[in-house]
């Protein structure tokens, strides 16, 4: 079982939509999750990360943690064509300062 | 302004050849950290610093290594016997001082690596 794991995608919403990214991890000690949006060729941008269970809304951007699940997601509500990237989940380990990446979910709004 | 700077952001190896990948912040971050990234793939971990004269492997450090001489600055150098060396390279920061509640990493722009 991978660490961190996400569905590859690609997701399509219309634009004006809510978007779902979804992200599970192996480890129940993990204690901080982290999205970043990776546009084609750029580096990954950090948009948020959460250490308590619940929602951390910013923006058009929620995040939510459920640690009884083992699951983190990422909302992004009225999608525009310019979010249309990869959304990279991290978790960090218990214990470590390193983060662990997930493949990435490819997002793609439509106009 | 600070930030994390990468060098340089393309780089072409010929076989055989070792390449120095330079990063340099001034964030005063203490932990600095290089991953790669194939296409379509995540990020791997090749090697993490937490503090001056200190660093540790990452999962893939096999064919590389690195020097943390400095607080600024960790080189990530390409050996010869990395096999397969075409990635995107980057680096990445962050503080130390939250390392039981998470470290908010951030990342340079990225090199480019293409073995030619």
């Known amino acids: 079982q991978k660490e961190v794991e996400q569905n590859s995608g690609p997701l399509s919403v219309p634009e004006g939509a809510i978007a779902s990214l979804n992200c599970t991890y192996s480890?129940?000690?993990?204690?901080?999750f982290f999205w970043y949006r990776q546009y084609s060729g750029k580096s990954p941008e950090l948009i948020m990360f959460?250490?308590?269970?619940g929602d951390k809304e910013d923006g058009r951007f929620t995040a939510q943690l459920n640690k009884a699940s083992q699951y983190v997601s990422l909302l992004i509500r009225d999608s525009q064509p310019s979010d249309s990237a990869t959304y990279l989940c991290?978790?960090?380990?218990?214990?470590?300062?390193?983060?662990?990446f997930g493949t990435g979910t490819r997002l793609l709004v439509s106009p | 302004d600070g930030g994390i700077t990468q060098s340089p952001k393309y780089l072409f190896r010929k076989e055989g050849q070792n390449v120095t990948l330079s990063c340099e912040q001034n964030?005063?971050?203490?932990?600095m950290y290089w991953y790669r990234q194939d296409p379509g793939q995540g990020l791997r971990l090749i090697y993490y610093?937490?503090?001056?004269?200190?660093?540790q492997k990452g999962d893939i450090a096999e064919g590389y290594s690195v020097s943390r001489e400095k607080k600024e600055s960790f080189p990530l150098t390409v050996t010869s016997a990395q096999q397969n060396p075409t990635a995107f390279y980057l680096c990445?920061?962050?503080?130390?001082?939250?390392?039981?509640?998470?470290?908010?990493?951030?990342f340079g722009e990225g090199s480019w690596l293409t073995v030619v």
């Open positions: 480890d129940r000690g993990s204690q901080s």
């Open positions: 990445a920061s962050s503080t130390r001082d939250r390392a039981l509640s998470g470290n908010t990493i951030y």
């Open positions: 991290a978790v960090n380990l218990a214990g470590f300062q390193k983060l662990v």
């Open positions: 964030l005063n971050h203490d932990a």
């Open positions: 959460i250490y308590s269970n």
């Open positions: 610093s937490q503090i001056v004269n200190d660093f």
